[in-house]
């Protein structure tokens, strides 16, 4: 099983920036597909960066690109995200997400998930 730590949420000002980072276990994280997601109360999760295999390119919602950015550490077995200029509606609760092999198809169905850091952003 993997499994996946969230970190570096917090209270921010609009227009400020936070960094979240996600400890995995595993030897082979290094093969794993990551991603990011977050759910804010009374909206479906939302996909927001990551792979579809290991060394695949960064795929990005419209809603964050440009101000979000998805990095990996392999020797740490670690990613982050870099969050800058952030908005109010950029506040809900942020997962990491792995799976172990290759997304097929257009979802982004990750097989394991952390617990979430919860992000708020005031105005």
């Known amino acids: 099983q993997v499994q996946l730590v969230e970190s570096g949420g917090g209270l921010v000002q609009a227009g400020g920036s936070l960094r979240l980072s996600c400890a995995a276990s595993g030897r082979t994280f290094s093969t794993y597909a990551m991603g990011w997601f977050r759910q804010a109360p009374g909206k479906e999760r939302e996909f927001l960066a990551g792979t579809r295999w290991s060394g695949g390119s960064t795929y990005y919602a419209d809603s964050v690109k440009g101000r979000f950015t998805f990095s990996r550490v392999n020797a740490k077995n670690t990613v982050y995200l870099q969050m800058n200029s952030l908005k109010p509606e950029d506040a809900a609760i942020y997962y990491c997400?792995?799976?172990?092999?290759?997304?097929?198809?257009?979802?982004?169905?990750?097989?394991?998930w952390g617990q979430g850091t919860e992000v708020t952003v005031s105005s």
């Open positions: 997400a792995a799976t172990t092999g290759v997304l097929s198809g257009s979802g982004w169905s990750y097989d394991y």
